[in-house]
């Protein structure tokens, strides 16, 4: 299958024919389908008046279970989002009603983030819409070939 990586890399093999550009198979393609898939995802949680990482902030409380609270610190490190990002979507979050944050009761100074009814019923209608979108991404690999693939790519991201 020839696509635009493939003609970079053959410009790289005609231009630069001592230079092996091999890796740019692999990063070339996960770039491309990184900005494929954030798309796609974007469209679903547009469709609930949520971004990427408001998703995954209400996600990362939703799926924490019942009382539904986490501190500041502990969402940024179950979550995909970074720590900078969690005081700025919080302050969002939270003029929506999606979260709550309250005095952390085992530290007087601290909080903790909680997601209020309004939030849960947000991410349980969005939740499976996510799952549908990313299923649909998915279509085209078997159940063995996502596997594998997630295999793959769980040993780049912790190498």
Request: proline share 4%; charged share 25%.
């Amino acid at each position: 299958m020839t696509d635009q990586v493939e003609r970079i890399l053959e410009q790289w093999r005609t231009e630069k024919p001592e230079l092996d550009a091999s890796p740019m198979a692999v990063i070339g393609r996960l770039s491309r389908a990184a900005l494929a898939i954030e798309s796609r995802l974007a469209d679903t949680f547009a469709q609930h008046g949520l971004d990427a990482s408001s998703f995954d902030v209400l996600a990362t409380l939703l799926r924490n279970g019942p009382p539904y609270r986490l501190t500041p610190a502990e969402l940024a490190r179950e979550s995909m989002i970074s720590t900078s990002a969690v005081a700025q979507r919080l302050n969002k979050l939270e003029a929506r009603g999606l979260v709550a944050r309250e005095a952390n009761p085992d530290d007087g100074r601290g909080t903790l983030v909680a997601l209020t009814d309004s939030g849960k019923e947000v991410i349980e209608k969005a939740l499976p819409d996510h799952i549908r979108t990313e299923r649909a991404i998915l279509s085209s690999l078997s159940r063995q070939e996502q596997t594998t693939l997630a295999l793959l790519l769980s040993r780049i991201g912790n190498a």
